[in-house]
């Protein structure tokens, strides 16, 4: 095929693409329901002299991601991922305006991917702007797990 010539599925031009070898994924979506909500001490108090109380807004603000080997089961990883979420609450003590209470939950998954069974050593660098290109060696091609939310 000449330069010029379009893919069959409407590429019009060559183009380099690197990434990270990809051997398993998951997608998934959660109804999570009944998760316990840690207030401060003056927004429980809040909630206690409550007619009624109800969710504004709910907000990922991190995840931590644990990734392990599963024993017996070659080139299998579990990947367990623990959420945290900012909620933010209504809480109506009466007739006036709704008091803002925030406070934190979390949830945990975890999820069996397949990784590979490579032990290859890889060697790279990472360029950084107006400094040294920091040296990552004696990384294995372990996999690597990626949140998307």
Not at 91 to 107: I, M
Not at 115 to 120: C, L, T
Request: net charge neutral; proline share 3%; charged share 30%.
């Amino acid at each position: 095929m000449d330069e010029n010539t379009n893919c069959s599925f409407g590429c019009r031009e060559k183009v380099c693409i690197q990434t990270d070898q990809v051997y398993d994924s998951c997608r998934s979506k959660e109804c999570i329901e009944c998760l316990r909500v840690y207030l401060t001490e003056t927004g429980q108090e809040a909630i206690n002299r409550a007619l009624d109380v109800k969710c504004r807004k709910s907000e990922v603000i991190w995840v931590f991601t644990n990734t392990e080997k599963m024993p017996f089961n070659r080139g299998y990883y579990t990947v367990d991922l623990n959420y945290f979420f900012k909620i933010t609450l209504d809480v109506y003590t009466g007739v006036s305006r709704p008091v803002c209470v925030e406070g934190l939950a979390t949830f945990n998954k975890k999820v069996v991917l397949f990784g590979s069974e490579g032990s290859a050593k890889i060697f790279e660098s990472r360029y950084k702007e107006d400094s040294f290109d920091p040296q990552s060696w004696q990384k294995t091609n372990l996999p690597k797990a990626v949140v998307e939310i």
